[in-house]
């Protein structure tokens, strides 16, 4: 055995998986009221097929500063025989004298940490009524916090789970409840024993929730929220409910687990945890805190339909490793939206996941803090590293290119062939595009090599010219690496040759090094404009040439097809981001089109790239230009819009971009209800945004309305967000402040947190803001440590991507230059880094 290392690395993962087969778990838990430790007994049984010295069983704790400490384990008995307890960075030593080859037990107590942060069980005071809720949240090695396990996603394992807990208390587990008992005020529930299942996908939460059921399906609830719940709750379980339908149907396989709960948890750090046959909901992805638009219904059937696909693609098949995190996460986006296809018109589905999807996966490919799809991970206390666009966002963009080049029926074949020979066990990327490879009869390893090991993202554009007769008479495609690193993807796309007033043509390109002739183009009718992914059936950054850019700006708002107009906006906004269009270009032509717009996920996309333009890349002065101008149409579009879906928008963009008093007046008239917007009541969520805006901008009633709204809305959400709204008070003191209770252990739940960085950040704050930028920096390492997966990409997005000087990018350029930071730190660091740059960039020319 080497030695012992803190976390779980891939060398013990490795050697463990070979000797170890056929794990059981029995648990045995005590939850009480407000207890700060959880009780347990474990039972763990399994086979070895060689004896090991030591074998090295997970359990750890975590102190007040999120290092880790031994667990607290007591009465070790190993095959019968009481041993001695040796623990060292977070595992429990068993020596060979007890073990043996074929079947072991091994069976001790332990408990706990319980908290409202940084655990991972987690508790939640409802404050509307007093009551206490639980819950874990294991991923991606947090399992090993709550109990004595083998905590490596290719040790699955079957669970038999028993709580004892008060009497007027519910457990949702992975299991269906087997029998309940009561004694006094306790009851203990036993539930079945699970299917094979990775120890980061066992779940349980306790607490008063209420059920409600529809069918086969049942969704749990805490109390205060019940009423709420029973009005979104029939939407959510029918998408539920098609989404299994047609997920089996597709995948060839029944739903794999003998239930399927959903669970809502307020304060949830992620949309949704797809524990196997227990999704748990953070409680605001289900239940709207803001007037809902057609967006915000579509955001959240894409979340509902992505937790179930995991239930196939995740926990049926699991990663044997969290270097292959894609293969669940970016097979769960793919297939949501894949899934809606089916529920919905196609042609606008795809459109909604290239609006959704691809700018983040091509945000972060643009930059030098990119990585490829698969990432090498050494030890699983790393493992958050993987999270991000690239799995969340590039890999499913990836998948829908795969199926695009070795079409629908044959992917379907090779998802199924993949599933089937996987089946509750693990399997690697390799496995996949094995499978894909077999359906398809094409070696697809040259493929999956360039687009899954090679990091970055080609730069595609399309040279072309006609001659007299206004045919074309020359047209190639060619691309770049924009990372100078020399790299070239195969690519497969429809190229649009677009024509003013009637239907364009396409024409099909294949390019697999740095250039390549279409000639299929060739004398073609000379178009007014051409664009190189049409459907977005490939992935790159295609560029448009000059012509084909000043052709596009006259005739977009004309075009009728809202897939093509979405993805033509894109590539102006790409023109922009390429210092080939001017922000104040692009912010006149939004500013034109707008107001005939009547797709509102269009319309969201559009503002929101104006909006950026506006704070990002305008100088002061052409944003003060044009702040009247941008403020005054959304003002007259919340009232006169047609639909109340692009009325939200509207009201959601002046929130966004007020800087005037005019606008500012606005926005106290529509919290007052002096103003109304026609058909759209403002819920409680919209009125602390613009308590937040008012504070930002400073305005004088600010602290009058902040404590008065504060004094009504006594709700946990009020508190949150009145805690939100504060960060944004643009003096000295309250930065240090607020900034103070980030890094220390003051109980502040890092949902607030994570939720108050934009304001504390807020973009026309930069300059007093900037000197928090070095301390951000320098808290990386810890934040890294302590925080949940995904909080240190917000923290730096919000310390980083809010700042727009020279000033600040040499402070990041000093802090890469000064520190050692790990691999992944120093990565995510470049994403931003780069970002700021460009916008620098912008703002000089």
């Not at 359990?59 to 001695?84: I, P, Y």
């Not at 950026?612 to 006169?640: H, K, V, W």
Request: glycine share 6%; charged share 25%.
């Amino acid at each position: 055995m080497d030695q012992v290392d803190e976390g779980v690395s891939r060398n013990l993962a490795r050697q463990r998986a070979r000797i170890i087969a056929n794990t059981r778990y029995r648990l045995d838990l005590e939850l009480r009221r407000h207890a700060s430790r959880m009780p347990g007994h474990a039972v763990i049984e399994f086979d070895l097929s060689s004896v090991p010295d030591p074998l090295l069983l997970d359990f750890r704790d975590l102190d007040s500063q999120g290092k880790t400490n031994d667990g607290s384990a007591r009465n070790l008995h190993v095959n019968g025989q009481s041993e001695d307890l040796h623990q060292a960075k977070g595992h429990i030593l068993i020596s060979t004298k007890h073990l043996r080859l074929g079947a072991n037990r091994v069976e001790l107590d332990f408990d706990s940490s319980i908290a409202e942060a940084n655990r991972a069980i987690t508790r939640f005071i409802d404050s509307q009524d007093g009551n206490e809720y639980l819950y874990t949240l294991f991923v991606p090695m947090d399992a090993s916090l709550a109990f004595p396990c083998f905590d490596q996603p290719d040790l699955k394992a079957r669970f038999t789970l028993s709580v004892t807990k008060p009497n007027d208390w519910t457990v949702v587990s992975n299991a269906q409840p087997l029998q309940n008992s009561s004694v006094g005020l306790a009851s203990a529930v036993t539930f079945e024993e699970t299917r094979p299942i990775s120890t980061y996908l066992f779940a349980f939460a306790a607490g008063p929730f209420e059920p409600l059921e529809s069918s086969s399906l049942r969704l749990f609830v805490r109390r205060s929220m019940l009423a709420r719940a029973k009005e979104e709750w029939p939407a959510v379980a029918e998408t539920t409910r098609k989404g299994i339908a047609l997920m089996t149907n597709f995948f060839a396989q029944p739903f794999p687990f003998p239930k399927y709960d959903q669970v809502l948890i307020p304060g949830f750090p992620y949309g949704g945890m797809e524990h196997a046959g227990a999704t748990f909901f953070n409680e605001d992805t289900i239940l709207f805190r803001t007037v809902p638009t057609v967006n915000d219904y579509n955001r959240r059937n894409e979340t509902v339909l992505h937790e179930l696909a995991h239930q196939w693609f995740g926990d049926l098949v699991t990663m044997r490793w969290f270097d292959d995190l894609w293969l669940k996460e970016g097979f769960a986006q793919y297939m949501a939206y894949h899934t809606l296809a089916e529920m919905e018109p196609p042609g606008m589905v795809w459109k909604r996941f290239y609006q959704s999807i691809k700018p983040l996966a091509y945000g972060i490919d643009s930059t030098h803090g990119t990585t490829p799809i698969y990432q090498q991970i050494l030890n699983l206390k790393d493992a958050k590293s993987a999270y991000g666009p690239i799995v969340y966002q590039k890999a499913p963009s990836l998948l829908r290119v795969l199926a695009f080049h070795i079409g629908e029926e044959k992917f379907r074949e090779g998802v199924q062939l993949f599933l089937r020979e996987h089946a509750y066990a693990n399997a690697e990327w390799s496995d996949l595009i094995g499978a894909f490879s077999r359906a398809s009869g094409i070696d697809l390893k040259p493929w999956a090599s360039a687009w899954v090991e090679q990091r970055g993202m080609p730069q595609v554009e399309i040279d072309w010219g006609c001659d007299s007769n206004q045919r074309i008479s020359s047209f190639q495609i060619r691309q770049r690496d924009p990372l100078g690193e020399g790299h070239v993807w195969p690519l497969r796309t429809q190229v649009l040759l677009g024509h003013k007033g009637a239907q364009p043509e396409l024409v099909a390109a294949s390019l697999d090094g740095a250039l390549a002739p279409v000639s299929g183009a060739v004398g073609k009718s000379c178009p007014d404009y051409v664009f190189g992914n049409n459907e977005d059936q490939s992935y790159g950054q295609f560029l448009l040439d000059p012509s084909s850019q000043t052709a596009i700006v006259s005739e977009l708002p004309h075009i009728s097809d809202p897939f093509l107009r979405a993805l033509l906006w894109g590539a102006m906004w790409d023109s922009v981001r390429e210092l080939r269009m001017a922000p104040m270009e692009y912010a006149d032509l939004a500013l034109r089109a707008l107001p005939s717009e009547q797709d509102a996920e269009l319309a969201v996309s559009v503002l929101g790239r104006l909006r950026a333009a506006f704070t990002d890349y305008m100088s002061d002065a052409q944003r003060a230009g044009i702040a009247e101008r941008f403020e005054n149409l959304l003002i007259r579009e919340i009232a006169e819009a047609p639909t109340p879906d692009l009325r939200i928008t509207d009201f959601r963009g002046l929130v966004a971009v007020a800087t005037t008093a005019h606008a500012r007046d606005v926005l106290k008239d529509l919290f007052t209800g002096r103003l109304t917007i026609p058909g759209v009541p403002l819920k409680q969520r919209d009125r602390w945004n613009i308590v937040g805006v008012l504070v930002a901008n400073g305005d004088a009633s600010a602290h009058e309305l902040l404590a008065a709204e504060s004094k009504r809305d006594t709700s946990d959400d009020g508190q949150k967000y009145a805690y939100v709204s504060g960060a944004g008070f643009a003096n000295a003191e309250n930065k240090k402040k607020y900034f103070a209770e980030y890094l220390a252990d003051s109980g502040v739940k890092e949902d607030w947190v994570t939720a108050s960085l934009p304001l504390f950040n807020y973009w026309s704050q930069a300059s007093l803001t900037s000197t928090w930028l070095q301390p951000a920096l320098d808290a990386l390492p810890r934040l890294k440590r302590e925080r949940k997966i995904f909080f240190v990409n917000n923290w730096l997005a919000s310390f980083v991507g809010n700042q727009y000087s020279p000033a600040a990018l040499k402070t990041v350029d000093e802090f890469l230059k000064q520190n050692s930071a790990d691999p992944d730190l120093r990565l995510k660091i470049l994403e931003v880094r780069d970002e700021l740059e460009r916008t620098v960039r912008i703002r000089a020319q």
